[in-house]
C-alpha cells in the first residue's frame, strides 16, 4: 500500500459508512461509477473481497469490516495532522459535520447560523437531525449535541447551555373543553399530544417530579389521539387545540408569553440538564470544532440556554 492509494481508502471508509455507492459518490463530488472502480482496483490490489453488493444493499464483508477498524484510526490521525495546521494558520477551515436532534438544532444553531458563517467563511456546517446516539466515528461526524443522555463509551461532553425546564401546556380552546390537570395522575383523563422517537420507534412517557422533591423523578404513560415525531408539528397541534403537549419550556416560550398556550402542573415540572456537545475522548479538539463550541457556549449565555421561540 503507498500513498496514492489514500483516495481510495477514503474512499473505502465514505462507501462503508453510507452502504451505498450512490450516496458516498454523492457527497463526494463523484460518479457513482468511478467510485466503484476505484473500490474494485483497492479489492485487487488487496485481493480481499471488502463489500458484498447487491442491486439494493452493500454491505462489508467480514474482511472489510475487520480492514476498516484498522483503517479509521490511521485515517483520523491523518485527518488530524491536517488540522493541527490550521492551528498554525489561527484559521478554522474544513468541513464540520454535527449530529444533534431537531430542538438543539432549533433552539441552538439555526437562530445563529448567519452569524456563524459571517465569523467563519471557511467552515462548511453540515448538521444532520437525530435524535438517536449515533456513532460518531463510525458515520463521520466531528461531533454530537444531545440533552440528558447517557453517552457511548469513549466519548467526553462539553456542556453548553444553562438547565431546561419541561412544562405541559394547551391551548385555551382545550380547557374550554377539559377541565386543567391538577396533578400527573389526572393525565389519564386527557387528550396528550405524543412523540415517538424516530429512532427507537417508542412512545416517550412524560417525566415528572415531586413537588419540593426534584430528585424523586418518576414517569407517567399518557393516551392521546395524535402522535408524531416532529416536534413543531406538535406544538402546531397543541395551539390548535388538539391536545395537552409536554416539551422544554424555552421551545414554546413565545406561545406560553402571547397566550396560545397555557401552562398547567408547574409544581411538578422536571429541570433537565442542559445541552452538551459530545465527541470521541481520543481525540484533540479541532480548531474549526472549538469555534462552534465557544461560539454556541457565547450564544447560550447570551440567551439562557437558546434561542426563545
Not at 412517557?205 to 413543531?232: C, H, I, M, Y
Request: charge should be positive.
Amino acid at each position: 500500500m503507498d500513498s496514492v492509494q489514500l483516495p481510495a481508502l477514503a474512499a473505502f471508509t465514505n462507501v462503508a459508512r453510507h452502504g451505498s455507492f450512490t450516496r458516498a459518490a454523492a457527497e463526494s463530488g463523484v460518479s457513482a461509477s468511478a467510485l466503484s472502480q476505484s473500490i474494485r482496483a483497492l479489492e485487487a490490489q488487496l485481493n480481499v473481497r471488502l463489500f458484498n453488493r447487491t442491486t439494493r444493499r452493500v454491505a462489508l464483508t467480514e474482511a472489510g469490516a475487520q480492514f476498516l477498524e484498522r483503517v479509521r484510526p490511521a485515517l483520523a490521525m491523518l485527518d488530524a495532522a491536517c488540522e493541527a495546521l490550521d492551528e498554525t494558520r489561527a484559521e478554522p477551515t474544513g468541513t464540520l459535520r454535527i449530529n444533534l436532534p431537531r430542538i438543539a438544532s432549533e433552539l441552538l444553531v439555526v437562530p445563529y447560523l448567519a452569524e456563524f458563517a459571517r465569523r467563519y467563511p471557511r467552515v462548511a456546517l453540515e448538521m444532520s437531525l437525530d435524535e438517536g446516539l449515533s456513532d460518531l466515528v463510525g458515520e463521520g461526524f466531528d461531533a454530537g449535541i444531545r440533552l440528558g443522555e447517557r453517552l457511548a463509551r469513549d466519548m467526553v461532553a462539553v456542556p453548553l447551555s444553562g438547565p431546561l425546564r419541561l412544562v405541559v401546556a394547551a391551548a385555551p380552546a382545550y380547557f374550554a373543553r377539559f377541565p386543567k390537570p391538577s396533578t400527573p395522575s389526572d393525565l389519564t383523563g386527557h387528550d396528550c399530544l405524543r412523540y415517538r422517537f424516530s429512532t427507537s420507534r417508542g412512545i416517550y412517557r412524560w417525566e415528572f417530579a415531586e413537588p419540593g422533591k426534584p430528585q424523586r423523578v418518576f414517569e407517567v404513560e399518557t393516551s392521546g389521539t395524535f402522535v408524531t415525531n416532529d416536534l413543531r408539528t406538535m406544538v402546531q397541534a397543541a395551539e390548535q387545540g388538539v391536545g395537552l403537549l409536554h416539551v422544554i419550556e424555552d421551545y414554546v416560550r413565545s406561545q406560553l408569553a402571547d397566550g396560545r398556550l397555557v401552562r398547567v402542573l408547574d409544581d411538578w415540572a422536571l429541570t433537565l440538564d442542559g445541552f452538551s456537545l459530545y465527541m470521541p475522548s481520543r481525540t484533540q479538539m479541532p480548531l474549526k470544532l472549538r469555534v462552534f463550541v465557544d461560539f454556541l457556549k457565547e450564544k447560550c449565555r447570551a440567551g439562557r440556554g437558546g434561542k426563545r421561540r
